[in-house]
């Protein structure tokens, strides 16, 4: 797309945005919310205080996390994941959903409490990388030593420099390290992790960041399971991309991650979100041998998803508009409508 068009796409809907904002505010977009209809699950993920696009994009503020909640209490019908597969919908509200992706300590600290005071539901999709010695997600690793890192490193005797959002990208193929890594299994992730620490050793440097890349601990992950208005499910073992790997890799993942957080919480796991939303014909086959009966994509991938039961798409989040302009782009699913 040309720059040209570029900002002048950006600018219209950057007046949309002003627009409904100013209609809130007036109480027009009020009528569009008590008059909607449907059902949507949506997408969080890291919940934190401020600066939240500190390393993740996906990040929201805790301040506006709560407007959310004050929006769905007030205009909506907040209903659990397995009320939503049993398609036990309000006819007369917009049906809402609520789901957290990748486990971070962040939704124990932030959002199990304000789950309680707006008596709400919400399931939890957590990885199992606790159980494999690590207290960090490979790909939030990358993302906090790209920020503070060097402008260049050199990795496996090819050099990387940072691009655009401060992604190392490679001098020679052009791809970017995330991606690169993104193909291959937990191995080379251990050791990229192991070998780029040193360039940014955050966890002395910066302890204060602990809320961007922290996940839960199986104490913390026990205690969201007990309350009554949070559920667990599977994000896979390691957060690899089940649909790149190896599928004798990705069953091993799903079945020891189900097997991990059963044990913890002492409740059937029979749910999975994706991680990165991909997947395989092959690995939704193995994920329901495994014992999973809802699985949970962004977009599915093949038309007949349709049509299975088990498979439901969910929207994601955009941490960058306002909660007005979050609902509205909720019940159309669009942010560009």
Known sequence: MPLVQKIRSKLTRESKYLRRDIS????????????????????????CRDDHTRFNPVFL???????HLKFYKKYFNVISLNDFYQE?????????????DDGYANNHKYVLSLLSQYQVPATFFITAI???????????FLGIVSKYGPRKITYKNEEFYKGPFNKYVSKESGLSLVEILRRGGFDVKAEMMKLLYPLAPFRENR????????QMSAEQIRGLAASPFASIGSHAYYHNDLARIPLNDAIEEMV????????ITNKPVNNLAFPYGTYTRDVVTAAKSAG?????AMDFHFEEDRLDPTMKERFTVNPFISPANQMHSTITRSYER
């Open 256 to 263: 020891r991650s189900k097997q991990y957080l059963e044990n």
């Open 207 to 214: 302890p204060d960041d602990e809320d961007y890349w922290l």
């Open 24 to 47: 809130d505010l007036l109480g027009v977009e009020k009528k569009n919310y008590q008059s909607a209809s449907g059902a949507r699950i949506m997408i969080y993920h890291g919940i």
């Open 88 to 100: 036990r919908f309000s006819k007369d509200k917009f049906n809402i959903c609520l789901t957290f």
């Open 292 to 296: 999973y009966n809802q699985l949970l």
């Open 130 to 140: 606790r159980d494999a010695g690590y207290d960090i997600l490979w790909n939030d």
């Open 61 to 67: 503020k805790l301040k506006t996390f709560e407007q």
